[in-house]
């Protein structure tokens, strides 16, 4: 699958885990963001957004509660980021949520580009019931930056049929499922 594609496919198996009546948290970046199409149609749902791509893919649908993090606006990500949206997440928890990456590995877990961007995530996934990372597999194990966020164990990795077999491994022996589609 092409890039686009492939990550409009994890987008939308991403979707199907969403149940009426939860609390969604979408964070910032375009796979991600790319949910937003497909949750459209799901009833007395909550998402609360992290970045500007959710929020424009969700703003009109009806019998969706769209919450906003707020703070302060990472142009490249088009997230939220800083004090304000730390403060936001820590009054609030959500079912499952939903993360992008610049790059994800076994080890050391969700890479970005900024600290401040790995502290978000970390309090993304201690406020979550269930955790989706959505990565394309050209992601997995590059490591383009020097910030980063553990991956629990038990979270779910969701990437597309071109990823190496022996990726899959190294996440799955570090107690992370990993969700080809």
Known sequence: MEGFDAKRGIAEWAAEQVRPGETVLLDAGTTVGAMGEFLRHVTNLTVIAAGLTALEALADADGVRVECLGGTLRQLSQGFVGPLAEASLQRVSFDKAFLGADAVTAD???????????RLKEMMIERAGEVYILAHS????????????PIPPGAVLVTDAAVDAKQVALFEDAGIRVQVV
């Open 108 to 118: 050391l877990g969700i890479c970005e580009a900024e600290l401040d961007q790995t």
């Open 138 to 149: 050209a992601k997995l194990g590059e490591r383009p930056f020097h910030a980063w966020a």
